[in-house]
T-cell receptor
Framework: NAGVTQTPKFQVLKTGQSMTLQCAQD?????MYWYRQDPGMGLRLIYY???????DKGEVPNGYNVSRLNKREFSLRLESAAPSQTSVYFC????????????FGDGTRLSIL | QKEVEQNSGPLSVPEGAIASLNCTYS??????FFWYRQYSGKSPELIMF????GDKEDGRFTAQLNKASQYVSLLIRDSQPSDSATYLC?????????????FGKGTTLSVSS
């Protein structure tokens, strides 16, 4: 059981470069999420997709875009990376947005120089 | 503003003792409550969920919910060094609120042998 798979696991970018973080889940979940986690800041929601075909901003959406490609896949794009976006990024999924628990991928460690 | 508050710790307990982790939340309409464990450098892992007032037990873990007082707690009996981790409390928003689970910043637990 793969659960939630994130790629890549590690990435180093230069300021101004763009990249897309990929996330796929095999649990037939309706809702998917992108978080970033920084020391002392906890998990902060970037964007979420309550169901296929919808996306909504979370707490810290600036500098990011997302695409819900299909029910399984939810990608996060950094168009012009900035050092402030150095973080650990987690993708998660859940059967629904409110009542069911979220299941997390292993994370992507992103460093922007 | 919806908030979930946890004492950051560290909470230090000796091996075999009971560890008590607490979480308060601000929104009376919250319906679902979750505890996650996060080891250093790893992703959050669901360990307990509770929906109704009272206690819910699973092995060495007991979740306690008091909606009137707006707190949820996690008790870990017979604490082991392997329980040393950061514990995240997550609370659902009311269904009509367009957002996702709200996470606390976590309590770091250290179990000494």
């Amino acid at each position: 059981n793969a659960g939630v798979t994130q790629t890549p696991k590690f990435q180093v970018l230069k300021t101004g470069q763009s990249m897309t973080l990929q996330c796929a889940q095999d649990m037939n979940h309706n809702s998917m999420y992108w978080y970033r986690q920084d020391p002392g800041m906890g998990l902060r929601l970037i964007y979420y997709s309550a169901s296929e075909g919808t996306t909504d901003k979370g707490e810290v959406p600036n500098g990011y875009n997302v695409s819900r490609l299909n029910k399984r896949e939810f990608s996060l794009r950094l168009e012009s990376a900035a050092p402030s976006q150095t973080s650990v990024y987690f993708c998660a999924s859940s059967a629904d947005r409110v009542y069911q628990p979220q299941h997390f991928g292993d994370g992507t460690r992103l460093s922007i120089l | 503003q919806k908030e979930v508050e946890q004492n950051s710790g560290p909470l230090s307990v000796p091996e075999g003792a009971i560890a008590s982790l607490n979480c308060t939340y601000s929104d009376r309409g919250s319906q679902s409550f979750f505890w996650y464990r996060q080891y250093s450098g790893k992703s959050p892992e669901l360990i307990m969920f509770i929906y109704s007032n009272g206690d819910k037990e699973d092995g060495r873990f007991t979740a306690q919910l008091n909606k009137a007082s707006q707190y949820v707690s996690l008790l870990i009996r017979d604490s082991q060094p392997s329980d040393s981790a950061t514990y995240l409390c997550a609370v659902s928003p009311p269904n009509q609120a367009g957002t996702a689970l709200i996470f606390g910043k976590g309590t770091t637990l250290s179990v000494s042998s």
